[in-house]
């Protein structure tokens, strides 16, 4: 059964830089899509960022040039490197293995003073 352990998170201030990291289990991962989304209050879920293979990522207007996502394949972990955020960044995040049921538990970041 494939799961998705979420890490990282909290408070940060505008500008400021925050890592999330998913830790994935299963025999397949390698060749999935990996996907993050958001979902902030009153809002509905949203991809952010999604990455194929090694390199082939995608994102979001709202988050472009700000985040990186990346895999560590060996080590099975998805990372979304967030700098220069934004109060409007402030969502619970969640990982996903992209057209599977399989979510990560959810974090939240906070952007705020």
């Known amino acids: 059964q494939v799961q998705l352990v979420q890490s990282g998170g909290g408070l940060v201030q505008p500008g400021g830089s925050l890592r999330l990291s998913c830790a994935v289990s299963?025999?397949?991962?390698?060749?999935?899509?990996m996907g993050w989304y958001r979902q902030a209050p009153g809002k509905q879920r949203e991809l952010v960022a999604s990455?194929?293979?090694?390199?082939?990522?995608s994102y979001s207007d709202s988050v472009k040039g700000r985040f990186t996502i990346s895999r560590d394949n060996a080590k099975k972990m998805v990372y979304l490197q967030m700098n220069n955020v934004k109060p409007e960044d402030t969502a619970v995040y969640y990982c996903?293995?992209?057209?599977?049921?399989?979510w990560g538990q959810g974090t939240q970041v906070t952007v705020s003073t």
């Open positions: 996903n293995s992209i057209g599977t049921t399989a």
């Open positions: 299963g025999e397949w991962f390698v060749r999935h899509v």
């Open positions: 990455i194929m293979g090694e390199n082939l990522t």
